[in-house]
Nanobody
């Protein structure tokens, strides 16, 4: 059974930083990307960033480019999202995902994590 487990969410003031982690288990993921989506109350789920299995390709939403960095751990089933210069509009539930690399539309996601809350206060 595939499981994606996120950690690292929390509350921070604007301008602060957080680091999210996600570990995947129970499956083979070498054909897929792993990444992060987020969903704020009353809004649609949106893509944040993803990374190829090799780690050589990373993609970001324009809203987080130059502030967030996605990376893989030494264990390739683990990914991280370093979030710097956080803004109140970054407040959302952040969900880890395994997705097909053809697109970063939520419909390309094969597996979802449960999510971790990130709250940024002004």
């Amino acid at each position: 059974q595939v499981q994606l487990v996120e950690s690292g969410g929390g509350s921070v003031q604007a301008g602060g930083s957080l680091r999210l982690s996600c570990g995947a288990s129970g499956g083979t993921f070498s054909s897929y990307y792993m990444g992060w989506f987020r969903q704020a109350p009353g809004k649609e789920r949106e893509f944040v960033a993803d990374i190829s299995w090799s780690g050589s390709v990373t993609r970001y939403a324009d809203s987080v480019k130059d502030r967030f960095t996605i990376s893989r751990g030494n264990v390739k089933n683990t990914i991280y999202l370093q979030m710097n210069s956080l803004k109140p509009e970054d407040t959302a539930v952040y969900l880890c995902a395994v997705l097909r690399g053809v697109s970063h539309n939520p419909t390309s996601v094969v597996y979802w994590g449960q999510g971790t809350q990130v709250t940024v206060s002004s």
